[in-house]
């Protein structure tokens, strides 16, 4: 049975520290603040938090510049924190999952400020350099960032290889001695009782740089396989690799049920969707609906059995799903629960990410207003091309990451109840009417929609084991699907946008219990707006 793993009957909550509770009044979330709101996630009943990274970091990308791999850094709190972190959360039988940078480190290692003091120091050939000439590159492989993947130093007369920014220097994992470090200090975390892993980026740690290839390259899955051996499998972790360039087969083989590699894959065939082909992501076309029902299904029926799914709408770096592809006005709160429940019937472990369980928006701000570089740098360089200023504007309004990372909304108090300081970046303006006080005795909240979805996966099989069947394939309005496992079948059944439609399905499902829905009991033969259910039998 699939439940000795618990992370397939498990629900995953990602919280990005700095927006999620501040503790000491400086304006930026801390880890005792997590600690202050373990009761709050008790209660939701998560199985496990994926923390975005607090390890040591100069910050020049939002902490996956990692400096030590074995310290947190001061802007969250110490080691000590973190341990007690991973003790508070263990009494709500939740666990601690790291967000793990392998592919490189921060210029300001300890290793790489080794390894560039001399071609002879024996932490040299951790990074990846090629001899050269100053002005003449080694190639023209690009940074995912923008500009060459190679950097000059002069003192060494020698270029680096850097996927990210020149501060993010890649480690070379074709010397053992680099997979060692990583392997014991995996093992120490371990040891600290974290209870998984998120790794970034994952699928770069292979690359042949001279080659031009950064992904997917020829020794990837020999090194996720040694990783797993020497670390993982060592204890009963969660791990997920973060693998933008993974299809259905690179997934079976990251998420073999063997666990040989990962216990699942974050794969973004559905994310790219809304945004026009060839273009950047601020091009924004409508959503092609149909092509989300083949996207999601395609995953569900290809991994049934030989592999897990990764089931998320946000994440740190995506807009809110219910200004996305929901209805962030006068249908807040059913569209927030149809996008929750029709991801929640779903094989695999569901992501929730702070937030997405009271329904909060994406922001409009003004331009000085935002944080994020990836938004200045967009806006600068669009109105400089002459772009429409209103149009920069709503590209950011729709797309910007700082709509996921604006402050909690814990209540109604002054900052959301964030913070007694300066919030870091400024809280939405509708956190009186959303906030997380309003909702938990709410039994017709977001969040309780959330808190039952979550509970149901560990009282039905089906929802764990079930295998998938795509209902209403061509239907424009309705996304539905079956589930069947062991004599036992639910039915999903939801109306994706907002007008009332006839539900086609009422015949099939008369004899069902509905197991749960976002609307007080109605015509059973027509969809309200948004209007989501599960039958079960």
Partial sequence: MSNSKWWKNSVVYQIYPRSFQDSNGDGIGDIKGIIGRMEYLGRLGIGAIWLSPVCKSPQKDNGYDISDYQDIDSMFGNIEDMENLINEAKKYNIRIMMDLVLNHTSDKH???????????????????????????????????????????????????????????????????????????MILWWMKKGVGGFRLDVIDQIAKEPDLGITINGPRLHEYFRELSKETFQKGDLITVGEAWGADIERAKLYSNPDGSEFSMVFQFEHIGLDQEEGKEKWDVVPLPFLKLKEVMSHWQRELHNCGWNSLFWNNHDLPRIVSRWGNDKEYRVESAKMLAILLHGMQGTPYIYQGEELGMTNVRYDIEDYRDVEIHNMYKARIEAGYDKEDVMNSIYAKGRDNARTPMQWDDSENAGFTDGTPWIKVNDNYKEINAKSQVDDENSIFNCYRQLIKFRKEYPVFVDGDFTLLLADDENIFAYKREYAGKSMVVVCNFYGRTIDMPLAGACKDMELLISNYEKGDEAVLRPYEARIYMK
Wanted: avoid cysteine.
């Fill in 110 to 184: 300890r290793w790489f400020e080794e390894a560039r003091k001399s071609k002879d120091n024996p932490y040299h050939d951790y990074y990846i350099w090629r001899d050269g000439k100053e002005g003449v590159l080694p190639n023209d492989v690009k940074a995912v960032f923008g500009g060459s993947a190679w950097t000059w130093e002069p003192s060494l007369k020698q270029y680096y290889f850097h996927q990210f920014l020149p501060e993010q220097p890649d480690l070379n994992w074709e010397n053992p001695k680099v997979r060692k470090e990583i392997y014991d």
